[in-house]
């Protein structure tokens, strides 16, 4: 079966870390620019980070630069999200897709995964 399948998310106080994995079954990530997307209640879905697939150029929202990390192992077909100083802004569904580049719109990434919950309250 095709598909990605993400993990990690968890309630963490604010200041916590926590790293999602996003890992993909039936297909090879190394193709694809991985992004990292987030949907909170009565918000709508934004961008978070992505990592390319050509030479591993990389993309954070202005709001997670310096404390998101995303990076790849191909080797376990996996793709990771380090989240870092995490704040009660950052409390959504944690969601990962594939897509040709991280250019590309967001109704041209599929794969989409089932979500992993990333709670950050104290």
């Known amino acids: 079966q095709v598909q990605l399948v993400e993990s990690g998310g968890g309630l963490v106080q604010p200041g916590g870390s926590l790293r999602l994995s996003c890992a993909a079954s039936g297909f090879t990530l190394d193709y694809y620019a991985i992004g990292w997307f987030r949907q909170a209640p009565g918000k709508e879905r934004e961008g978070v980070s992505c990592?390319?697939?050509?030479?591993?150029?990389?993309y954070h929202r202005e709001s997670v630069k310096g404390r998101f990390t995303i990076s790849r192992d191909n080797a376990k077909n996996t793709v990771y999200l380090q989240m870092n100083s995490l704040k009660p802004e950052d409390t959504a569904v944690y969601y990962c897709?594939?897509?040709?580049?991280?250019?590309?719109?967001?109704?041209?990434?599929?794969?989409w995964g089932q979500g992993t919950q990333v709670t950050v309250s104290s």
């Open positions: 990592i390319s697939s050509s030479d591993g150029s990389i």
């Open positions: 897709a594939a897509a040709q580049s991280c250019g590309s719109p967001v109704p041209e990434y599929h794969h």
